[in-house]
């Protein structure tokens, strides 16, 4: 470099001497000639030094971004999909469709109401109320409260006497109490278990409230021949009203009915049941011979069965198709349940003997003659 500097210097003090002769070019002139070249060299390493940083730069920025979208392009397919569908979480094959943010608040009000939604994620309907079970209900409710004004004991304690009362009362509340278990294990055999959770613990707290009410009126008593009394009619009373309301709160009356008199029919069952108790099989029976006990239950049976296969066939006239469908799935899940608490009686008792069989016939005599009542109830009009 200071060879060829030296030669340029050379070069520039000869030309300029033949131009000019009286011109003469200062050291100092030549170091800054020098200067500006180093500096020029300088300058055009740092150039090319930046331009190649940022090359690699650009190149190392466009690789990158190919990566994250390579990365990106399956999780966003992948969340997408989670998005649109929600995990079963082992309960049910139907997919759980998200809701758009609009209507966030009208999600949340669905979730804090299970109980009114048709179906749960197994497709199983949310049972909350019994149909066409109430006119049924309330009709044997009235019949239970009949029986009790024409027992003996009802006389006796209106008179005042205090065994009588106690008697009496005690009767109201066992039968009323009988009904209250009848009607509680039919919505436990049939309402959702939600409604039937809720249903328990409001029982529960019934059942509380029923016995310090008891306890309340009996207090008031205490000592007194009336305190037992008072407690028993207390009882009774509490009962009876909750029958009403199981029957009104969680049951239905059925929309579709058949011309035929209810009345009628109610009237028909009456008089199987006096020809029944009232028969010399029944005044056998009464003698507590297990082999005439055996006769009557399944006399009765029989009879009550006819009656059922009657009213039945007369259903199966009147009524749409689409009832007709849906009355033969709930007959033969009847006819099974019917069956198995027969059966279930029957391993309680002594199978070897005619004994074994007495209780068995009479809860099938029972079961059917109960049917016939709720049919006709259900699905007959009363007519004037």
């Not at 030309?15 to 002139?29: A, H």
């Not at 207090?219 to 029957?247: D, I, M, N, P």
């Not at 279930?344 to 007495?358: T, V």
Request: with cysteine; glycine share 4%; net charge negative.
């Amino acid at each position: 470099m200071n060879k060829l500097e030296n030669e340029i210097s050379d070069c520039l003090t000869n030309s300029v001497s033949e131009l000019n002769p009286s011109f003469e070019l200062k050291e100092n002139t030549f170091s800054k000639i020098r200067d500006c070249k180093k500096s020029n060299h300088k300058l055009s390493f740092i150039e090319n030094h930046k331009y190649f940083n940022k090359s690699l730069l650009i190149n190392i920025t466009e690789f990158a971004v190919f990566i994250l979208i390579l990365i990106a392009i399956p999780l966003y397919l992948i969340f997408n999909k989670s998005a649109q569908y929600q995990p079963d979480n082992g309960k049910g094959s139907t997919p759980t469709i998200t809701q758009t943010p609009d209507n966030t608040n009208d999600n949340k009000a669905n979730n804090t109401q299970k109980n009114s939604a048709p179906k749960n994620t197994q497709g199983t309907i949310y049972v909350t109320k019994i149909e066409g079970r109430r006119e049924e209900f309330l009709g044997r409710l009235d019949s239970i409260q009949n029986e009790l004004d024409v027992l003996p004991e009802k006389k006796a304690s209106e008179g005042g006497t205090t065994a009588a009362m106690k008697i009496y009362y005690g009767e109201c509340y066992n039968m009323y109490d009988s009904a209250l278990n009848e009607i509680y294990s039919l919505l436990e055999e049939q309402l959702s278990k939600d409604t039937m959770n809720n249903l328990q613990t409001e029982e529960d707290k019934w059942i509380k409230q029923k016995q310090d009410t008891a306890n309340n009126q009996a207090s008031q008593y205490e000592g007194g021949t009336f305190e037992s009394v008072a407690y028993s009619e207390s009882l009774y009373e509490s009962t009876k009203k909750r029958c009403y309301e199981l029957v009104n709160n969680y049951m239905t009356d059925s929309k579709i009915k058949i011309n035929v008199s209810k009345q009628d029919y109610i009237n028909k069952l009456y008089t199987i049941e006096n020809e029944l108790t009232s028969s010399q099989e029944y005044i056998n029976a009464q003698s507590c011979d297990t082999n005439d006990m055996y006769i009557y239950n399944n006399k009765q049976y029989n009879k009550w069965d006819a009656t059922l296969n009657e009213i039945y066939s007369l259903l199966k006239q009147q009524l749409p198709a689409d009832e007709i469908k849906k009355l033969n799935i709930e007959e033969s899940q009847w006819v099974t349940q019917k069956e198995n608490k027969a059966k279930k009686l029957e391993g309680n008792q002594n199978s070897g003997n005619q004994s074994g069989n007495i209780s068995p016939m009479a809860s099938l005599a029972n079961t059917t003659q109960s049917r016939c009542y709720e049919l006709i109830y259900r699905y007959m009009k009363l007519l004037d």
